[in-house]
């Protein structure tokens, strides 16, 4: 899979993922100043996963999960360190698995994730 880093990921979140997935940062593309729609855009035109903490992103309304490859929206504390943004996507990657994150706008919290779809919503604790 393909994963897009939001500029409000660090960019050293890159080397946490499994090596059999891309990981790409909005920087690597010159998207760092970019506006959500252009951000989606790049992200629905790639089939990438967006990673961000951008909690817009999170409303089904305005990005509906079926129109996009998959959407992970962390709903973590905003004085959150680097370290600690890593740990809470170190916790979730294990857990993730192409079925659950694709057409689907999933919340990642510290010690849970919720999966958001059109047609149903589902949680998941650790």
């Known amino acids: 899979m393909l994963f897009l880093l939001d500029a409000n990921i660090p960019y050293s979140a890159k080397e946490i993922f499994p090596k059999r997935h891309k990981v790409v940062h909005v920087r690597d593309i010159g998207l760092t100043s970019a506006s959500d729609q252009k951000v989606i855009k790049w992200a629905q035109f790639n089939k990438a996963v967006l990673v961000t903490r951008d909690f817009d992103f999170a409303n089904i309304i305005n990005f509906p999960p079926s129109q996009y490859f998959g959407i992970l929206v962390l709903k973590i504390p905003y004085f959150y360190s680097a370290a600690d943004i890593k740990r ?32 149903r919503d589902s949680e998941s604790k650790n």
């Open 88 to 119: 809470v996507l170190l916790n979730f990657i294990p857990k993730m698995d192409e079925v659950t994150v694709t057409g689907s706008t999933v919340i990642v919290e510290e010690t849970r994730f919720r999966v958001r779809r059109e047609d």
